[in-house]
């Protein structure tokens, strides 16, 4: 038996190992149809010298293999120089909504074509060692993940919206790259709509654009509607350490342009800073309640 089955793996290796997709389209529409995850390597041949090593390591045999045959590998080359072929597979490929901001690049698609991962620049790769091994961390997520929403199924109300959050707390990606997990989200508000888990608050946050309320009530001189609108949010308990950095940074565009709060400027920014002083937000207030004490 034991003979049977060295020589089953050597005559049928493709059985085990990953297998190779020509654009992200396709690879989708085959994940769906078979229930596989999809990583993407993203690169540049021609000019990104530190992916040069990583395409060499995702294009080898031994790498398929150690990948495992539940995986599409879909390789995305962004070319300086690209041929006219190379132009019509950059056109399929737009439809992968990730575009890192950093290259080379891995990322980890569920079967639906929904992100789970994304990991980019060599620093942070060459921090998750090989790349079947960053993979299978993030295969593992997509696992966990699924697990937490299948046992949502059986739940209703709060716990229901509780569970489903967890899901998505353990992407770290919010609603995803252009609301792909709103149905999600759209799910914990059916079972919790008056929001006691909280869950919907987390999900439902803002971000950004409670900056711009801020700045375009604080013109316009409703400071005390933009100001109750930033409170609501901070009383709820769920946010995260991040979310109610933004909101405070909300606050503190308000203020500066609010005569009357003017003074409260560096309460705010102390606020910010105790949340999470080496978070980009917590530097920036270190930096400018800096400014402020010289000024006096």
Partial sequence: MKLLTTIFLVVCP???AAERVADFPAAVEKAKAGGQDIAVLFHGSDWCTAGKKLAGLWTSEAFEKAAGKDLLLVDIDR???PSPADEALAKLNEACVVKPRSLPAIALFDKEGRL???REGTP???SLGRPDQAIQRAVDVRKKRDDLWQ???GMRGPQKAAQLASGLDLLGLGAGPKNVYQPVIEEIKKADPEDRSGALARYSFPGRKLLDLAVDQGKAGKFTEADDEIGGWLKKPQLTKAQRQEALAARFALYQRWPEKKSGVAAVLKEI??????SELGSAATTYLTMLTKEK
């Avoid at 800073?273 to 080496?278: Q, R, S, T, Y």
Wanted: glycine share 0%.
């Fill in 14 to 16: 493709a059985l085990f």
């Fill in 79 to 81: 070319k300086e120089r």
């Fill in 116 to 118: 789970v991962a994304l």
């Fill in 124 to 126: 942070e790769l060459d």
């Fill in 151 to 153: 046992k949502s199924e």
């Fill in 273 to 278: 800073e105790k949340l999470d002083p080496k």
